[in-house]
């Protein structure tokens, strides 16, 4: 079983719509999470940290469940510029070893 | 944040030759570590590059392959030797800690794109 998986998608949604990511980790002592956002050809970027209560930035919402071992991203109101691949990311325990799921393809069409 | 910078970008190389890239960072940061992205692929952690002394490695990465230096806080390289075309991948750094960067978040480099022929 992988550390951390995700459903690969694609994830094929019209502008305005709203869409959700799932992830589930293996690690029961991980300590923190994160959504980044990869463009094609380019570097992960940091999205947002998941913090156990929740957190909401704009249109982007977190959620983590630690009984469950599961994070949710969800994204209201998409824009094409949201198109990316979204990667869930646990940090492993110690060292800041962080463990990256394959990632989530979102496409958003006109 | 910090501005990471990555040399080269990109290179083709010939498969037995051997190519080293270099990470900066513009300020001091604690960690620095290095990953390697194939093709369609996730992120795989290769090392985490200690400061002035040996880097530890991921199962499956070792030093003769993957040799790391950390001379200070704010650079250091990654050589990928005796290259096959296997090792054609994106290399990318990453920092974590120091005044710029959080605690806890890591930021990339632009990376590396490798093409072994």
């Known amino acids: 079983r992988k550390e951390v998986e995700q459903d690969p998608g694609p994830f094929n949604v019209p502008e305005g719509a709203t869409v959700a990511f799932n992830c589930t980790y293996s690690?029961?002592?991980?300590?923190?999470f994160f959504w980044y956002r990869q463009d094609c050809r380019k570097e992960p970027k940091l999205l947002m940290s998941?913090?156990?209560s929740g957190n909401e930035d704009g249109r982007f919402t977190a959620q983590l469940n630690r009984a469950s071992q599961y994070i949710s991203l969800l994204i209201r109101d998409s824009k094409l510029s949201d198109s990316a691949t979204y990667l869930c990311v646990v940090n492993g325990g110690y060292g800041n070893k962080l463990v990256f799921g394959a990632g989530t393809i979102l496409r958003v069409k006109s | 944040s910090a501005v990471i910078s990555q040399k080269p970008s990109r290179d083709i190389c010939q498969r037995g030759t051997s190519l080293t890239i270099q990470c900066q960072v513009d300020s001091q940061v604690t960690m620095m570590f290095w990953y390697r992205q194939q093709p369609g692929q996730s992120l795989t952690l290769i090392a985490t590059a200690n400061q002035g002394s040996e880097a530890t490695y991921e199962s499956g990465f070792v030093i003769d392959k993957f040799p790391i230096s950390r001379p200070n806080l704010t650079f250091s390289t990654l050589t990928v030797s005796n290259m096959s075309p296997e090792d054609s991948s994106i290399y990318l750094c990453?920092?974590?800690?120091?005044?710029?960067?959080?605690?806890?978040?890591?930021?990339f480099g632009p990376g590396t794109r490798l093409t072994v022929l």
């Open positions: 990453s920092v974590v800690g120091g005044r710029a960067v959080g605690a806890d978040t890591q930021y």
């Open positions: 998941v913090y156990s």
């Open positions: 690690n029961s002592a991980s300590q923190s």
